[in-house]
């Protein structure tokens, strides 16, 4: 199993034991917020996780927050990876940066084109299986 192919759990384990010299990991979640409450989706609160909607991020949120990583989907209505990665460029964020998505058939070529535009980013994509759903 790749890194990439990590069960949820395993994968934000992994994430903060990398953290160096710290016992936590200090995490911006990018997206769509407002949807995501209004489809009745709970934010759980975590120490050290912070919500945005990618239309409120800017660099005050980057220098306040100081994340060690920013995570995102890949793609969703109303931004992309690429757009959030120009972003992070241009605030000159040069930690890491991890987009969800379910499986893709030119993983590699995605990630090339993101990193390009963000090559002091640590990029890399993250396949989540698809949310099983509970038929009543």
Do not use: H
Not at 32 to 53: A, F, I, N
């Amino acid at each position: 199993m790749s890194a990439q192919q990590l069960p949820r759990k395993k994968f934000l384990e992994n994430l903060r034991d990398r953290v160096i010299g710290e016992d936590r990991a200090v995490t911006l979640v990018v997206g769509d917020v407002v949807k995501w409450t209004t489809e009745g989706r709970t934010m759980p609160y975590v120490e050290d996780l912070t919500y945005v909607d990618f239309d409120q991020l800017s660099e005050e949120t980057i220098t306040k927050i100081r994340p060690d990583v920013v995570l995102s989907p890949l793609v969703t209505d109303g931004f992309d990876a690429y757009q959030v990665t120009r972003f992070l460029a241009s605030a000159a964020y040069k930690g890491r940066y991890r987009a969800i998505s379910q499986t893709l058939p030119n993983l590699t070529m995605i990630r090339n084109e993101i990193r390009a535009v963000g090559p002091a980013i640590d990029f890399d994509i993250v396949i989540m299986p698809p949310t099983l759903v509970s038929v009543n």
